[in-house]
């Protein structure tokens, strides 16, 4: 199990390195669209390439129906082992804080509250793709913000600071609360889980289980993992940080 946390590290800090040299070929303007290489362009861009009758940057759906697949079969992997923003907020806020708790606790309940956000910014992002209006919410869309740093608006500034405040006293703030391809992932999660395609998943031993917590601590989701033996949570990044932190050897591990 260790080598598999240090493989996640390697994993993250590789694509961590890659996406900064692309974004490094965007500012630059060595690379111009952005989006092509976004999966949730899909979404951005849906409607445009409906109207156009194909689709507009296929490499970025490409990425997005490889990520679907991978998500349905494995669940939010995504976030833990590959996003740039994912990683930027972990970077971020283990550089601040050294101990892998909360600074700021939120409760369960309210973190289903707080979490729901989300879904809402995510049909806020389809209704204006279907309204031809997708430009309004790439203005605070933080991938196009760090992409065109050099022409950064005002959205942009405070979507940045938001992101980088919020996320230095609340771990994974926008992951948890806002970003719309969360939302859509959890959806997939979802189906995969119905659809009994969902394989992996963590599991609690209750037998080997000593009941100190700190998984729950440790959890950059803040999700609640004295709820169920197997943790089915879509919101479960696959971070494996809960497992870092048990005492036991095999008191947690994956289903
Ligand atoms: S929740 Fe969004 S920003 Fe966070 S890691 Fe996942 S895709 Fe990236
Ligand atoms: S439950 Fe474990 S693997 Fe899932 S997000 Fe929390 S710490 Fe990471
Ligand atoms: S950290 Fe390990 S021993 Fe402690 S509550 Fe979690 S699973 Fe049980």
Request: proline share 3%; aromatic share 16%; glycine share 6%.
């Amino acid at each position: 199990m260790r080598k598999l946390l240090k493989i996640r590290h390697w994993v993250q800090l590789t694509f961590f390195i890659i996406s900064s040299f692309l974004f490094y070929l965007f500012i630059s303007n060595t690379l111009l669209i952005i989006h092509k290489f976004c999966p949730y362009s899909l979404i951005c861009f849906g409607t445009i390439s409906l109207k156009q009758g194909f689709y507009l940057y296929p490499l970025s759906f490409l990425i997005f129906a490889i990520l679907t697949a991978l998500v349905a079969w494995f669940g939010r992997f995504f976030c833990g082992f590959i996003c740039f923003l994912g990683t930027y907020q972990e970077y971020l806020y283990k550089l601040i804080h050294r101990e892998t708790r909360h600074f700021i606790k939120i409760d369960h309940k309210k973190e289903i509250v707080f979490g729901s956000l989300k879904y809402i910014v995510f049909l806020a992002t389809i209704i204006l793709s279907f309204m031809g209006l997708s430009r309004i919410f790439m203005g605070f869309c933080p991938i196009v913000a760090i992409g065109w740093i050099k022409s950064i608006g005002l959205a942009s500034i405070i979507i940045l600071a938001i992101i980088t405040i919020a996320g230095a006293l609340i771990e994974r703030f926008w992951c948890r609360f806002l970003c719309p391809y969360a939302a859509l992932m959890n959806i997939i999660s979802y189906l995969g889980k119905i659809l009994r395609i969902q394989a992996f998943y963590i599991q609690i031993t209750k037998s080997s289980c000593l009941n100190c917590g700190l998984c729950n601590k440790a959890c950059p989701m803040n999700i609640d993992l004295t709820k169920d033996p197997i943790i089915k949570n879509p919101n479960c990044i696959k971070c494996m940080r809960c497992i870092e932190e048990c005492p036991t050897i095999d008191a947690i591990n994956w289903r």
